[in-house]
């Protein structure tokens, strides 16, 4: 949902439907969605002239999927119910499209497919009902198959369309709503159930042979997890309604059910021009996806993603988006044959272009769960640490593809070491167990020798280099891309499809058994953790209820105590925090300017060492180019130097240490107060792991994470500006001699030398832009910060909320009597009892994988 397309018009008519006077503030994804539903809802209720009891209680069913009663959210729903009526919003088609318009496509089916539930609450869908809604689709874009789609479904009568059942299925697929409340994940959840299952599209066209069932059993345990997280969330969503359980619970199980939701397994393709990258990905999809001619023409990074339809996005480096026709993202992903004919990548670090999303239905591996990222040709590219950095992160694996014609050059080899590096989160003597190496065109070499020769030179190399993990599975492959993909299409089992074959199941290995059975971890240990909170809860409120506690006026007052000496925890990791960023920015601010005083003298004792293999009397053009990707290494080694060497070791470190040190007391003291209580210390059965797990609520302070936005290797290049000459600004570096950037003669002992000039040019446009670089190490040094008090709040709500329920307990438990405690009791075993079956589930689980 784009809520920057909220206008003051909306917020006018919000106010005017809800009788309130809302701000801009107050309009939110929910109540936009809720405000909408209302009108579409009401519209096919009314638009037949009666309303029957069934509707009016299927309407109220609906809308308490999105609210609790007596919730705030319950009393705007029916503040909404009155106004739309009053004003007959419903009948009003443009006030409907400004409700609708900061909606995604995907909100919008869902709203027409409760549309559609609503008009079928009586058994029947009406004429004038459907009408209604063909019309309100109709405004909202919505093609006429998807009400076809929702039509069938709910009455059970008609034939589907397999095209337009799967696009419904992709759109209304929950990941789509995460960004929103989880009541819209478990809305198009609900949805989703009600439709048939996604239908296999026939298609005359032959798809890859390669066939990937680990990976299709690796979904299947995360489709299980998924549905173990929505257990416990309905459990804990139960409890909530008796006032059982912590409210911070509910949000805890929902983070956790986002994460697994959204798993996938990324895998990057690296290298330069000419290796072959977009034939290799065609081969792995089977498919002639990415554009491939004799020259290189990779243009853009790519993302090749599952889709229920081909769909092209193409995404802006302003923020922009727009979707393209498939006929466009070939012009879109290349760059120009003049650039490729000369490796030349200045064209594009020029372009516009931040990525291109390219989305299908019959791509197999991506069916099953992986996104590639595919990378330009990175030859000399000026910005090449910033887009491998870009590309790499949080990737499961990478491929580096080489050529066997012209194995590892110089360039080649330091791209290689860039990219270890980057995997190795800045290691740079350990070997990324992460990363594959392909070698490809083997169908050109004459001989088995060469063969050999080739096998001999690359894996000498690697082990020198300590570059690659040798293990179990084989991390080098020797292919011909374009011999497979032909034999692919042809159904050919040659020797060349059976190397690929080799590759992917190494691959596909490699992803499941390793990455994949991390995370199937890492998500069944979010999942239990939250499962022993509620059973802690559970515990105490029983214990409350059989009478073994029991407190006294002076143990509410202590618990009260405990929670403004809670509250006072956050507070003053405050006071210390604003207190240690403002003298940081100081000492940062000096550091800073001493570094671009003296930036002029570094620069031009390396510029001594730019070297082009181009002649200043022929190729002046390319000579000055190749200066010009040399001076922006240059000044990103700089940037990069001046980060690690002197922020982050002699501004940072120290007061992000005594920070951490603060925080490691607060929390120790919290869970000291915690213990000392007479409550606590006379219940020792209570087990807050929360705030028993040090390594779990001390994590912010660790050394993988210690660094935060500063542990990505590669900064420099990340945060400077790439320094471009072309145009006008070529023909001006390639005139007369020009003086000095900040004076005092430096540069003029290189005076009519094109060296000079990319000097003076390039510091130029660099001090034109010091002062948004800066801005940016502002927000990163802030985020360092920012990152710690997060988690001090999280850890503070939980202990407020975990005191908050003690004493509601206590008070609930001296309210009610003893048949209403025996009844809680009763509800409470129950839960208990599913909590520990998902938790033996989990376990098998594991087992199992």
């Keep these: 949902m784009d809520t920057s397309r909220v206008t003051s018009e909306i917020v006018d008519l919000l106010s005017r439907i809800t009788g309130q006077k809302l701000s801009q503030r107050d309009i939110t994804p929910q109540v936009l969605f809720l405000a909408s539903l209302v009108t579409v809802l009401l519209g096919v209720m009314l638009v037949d002239g009666t309303v029957s009891e069934a509707e009016k209680q299927h309407l109220q069913k609906i809308l308490s999927r999105f609210s609790q009663s007596n919730s705030d959210v319950q009393k705007l729903t029916n503040l909404m119910i009155k106004g739309v009526k009053e004003n007959q919003i419903y009948k009003k088609i443009q006030d409907l499209l400004k409700l609708t318009s900061p909606l995604s496509e995907s909100e919008k089916i869902l709203l027409i497919g409760f549309g559609y539930e609503m008009s079928a609450a009586d058994g029947n869908i009406d004429i004038k009902e459907k009408q209604y809604l063909g019309i309100v689709a109709k405004n909202l874009g919505i093609k006429s198959e998807y009400l076809e789609v929702f039509e069938i479904a709910f009455t059970h009568q008609g034939k589907f369309d397999a095209s337009a059942l799967n696009e419904v299925h992709f759109l209304l697929d929950p990941s789509r709503f995460q960004e929103l409340d989880t009541v819209f994940v478990k809305a198009a959840s609900d949805m989703l159930a009600i439709l048939p299952a996604k239908r296999e599209i026939k298609t005359t066209q032959k798809h890859t042979s390669v066939s990937y069932d680990k990976l299709k059993k690796f979904q299947v345990y995360r489709q299980q997890l998924d549905k173990y ?73 790519t993302v090749l993603k599952y889709g229920t339809q081909k769909r092209v996005i193409c995404r802006y480096k302003d923020g922009r988006s727009e979707e393209i026709a498939f006929e466009e993202y070939k012009v879109k992903a290349t760059i120009s044959k003049e650039a490729a004919l000369e490796h030349r990548s200045d064209e594009l670090a020029q372009s516009n272009i931040e990525e291109i999303i390219f989305e299908h239905p019959e791509l197999a591996l991506c069916k099953n769960g992986v996104e590639i990222v595919d990378s330009p040709g ?15 992160t949080d990737t499961d694996a990478a491929i580096f593809l080489t050529n066997a014609m012209r ?120 999942i239990t953790q939250v499962i022993t909170k509620c059973l802690d809860s559970l515990d105490i409120v029983e214990e409350s209820l059989d009478g073994k506690i029991k407190l006294s006026a002076t143990g509410k007052q ?41 930036l002029e003298v570094r620069l031009i004792l390396k510029s001594t060492e730019w070297t082009s293999k181009h002649s200043g009397i022929w190729s002046r053009d390319k000579l000055a180019q190749d200066y010009a990707n040399q001076f922006n290494k240059d000044i990103s ?174 008070e609930k438990a001296h309210q009610e009597n003893l048949e209403q405690r025996e009844t809680e009791k009763a509800f409470i075993n129950q839960k208990r009892q599913e909590l520990e079956q998902v938790q033996k589930e989990l376990q098998t689980m594991i087992n199992k994988s």
């Design 558 to 598: 202590e618990i009260l105590e405990k929670i403004g000496e809670a509250s006072g925890c956050d507070v003053r990791i405050r006071i210390l925090v604003d207190h240690l960023i403002e003298s940081v920015m100081e000492q940062a601010n000096i550091s800073w300017n001493e570094w671009v005083e003296h």
């Design 378 to 392: 990175l030859n000399e590219h000026p910005q090449r640490t910033a887009i491998t950095q870009k590309i790499l």
């Design 229 to 301: 997280c929505y257990q416990v969330f309905q459990i804990i969503q139960e409890c909530q309604n008796h006032n059982l359980l912590p409210n911070t619970l509910i949000n805890e199980m929902s983070t956790v059910s986002k994460k697994i939701q959204s798993q996938r397994f990324r895998l990057a393709v690296v290298g330069e021009f000419s290796q072959g990258k977009s034939t290799l990905l065609n081969a792995l999809l089977g498919e002639e996806i990415q554009p491939v001619r004799a020259i290189p023409c990779s243009g853009a990074v």
């Design 637 to 810: 080694q700089e940037l990069e130097s001046w980060i690690n060497d002197e922020l982050k070791e002699n501004i940072l470190k120290e007061p992000l240490e005594r920070l951490d040190n603060a925080v490691e007391k607060e929390f120790e003291k919290i869970q000291s107060e915690f213990h000392t209580l007479n409550y606590f210390s006379q219940n020792q059965s209570t087990n807050w792991k929360f705030l028993d797990d040090k390594n779990s609520n001390l994590s912010v302070i660790n050394n993988s994470s210690f660094w935060g936005a500063f542990g990505a290797i590669g900064i420099g290049a990340a945060l400077v500006p790439v320094v471009f000459f072309a145009g006008p600004i070529l023909v001006a570096l390639l005139g007369g001699a020009g003086a000095g950037l900040l004076g005092g003669g430096g540069i003029a002992i290189l005076e009519n030398s094109i060296t000079e000039n990319v000097l003076k040019l390039g510091c130029e446009q660099f001090v034109n832009s010091v002062d948004g670089i800066f801005e940016r190490i502002d927000k990163m040094i802030y985020s360092l910060f920012n990152e710690r008090i997060k988690r001090v709040n999280e850890v503070v709500e939980e202990t407020i909320s975990i005191y908050e329920n003690v004493l509601e307990q206590q």
């Design 407 to 526: 194995l590892l050059p110089e360039k080649e080899k330091e791209l290689l070491h860039d990219v270890r590096y980057q995997l190795n989160n800045s290691s740079k003597k350990e070997p990324a167990d992460n990363l594959f190496v392909l070698v490809n065109f083997m169908d050109n070499l004459d001989t088995q020798e060469d063969v050999q020769d080739v096998k001999q030179r690359l894996e000498s190399f690697v082990k020198k280099e300590n570059l690659l993990v040798f293990k179990e599975i084989n991390r080098v492959h020797y292919i011909s891309a374009k011999t497979a993909l032909k034999s692919i299409q042809n159904g050919n089992n040659d020797e060349y499809l059976q190397s690929f074959q080799m590759f992917t199941q190494s691959l596909e290995k490699f992803l499941t058994l390793e990455r994949g059975t991390l995370k199937i971890n890492r998500a069944v240990n979010d």
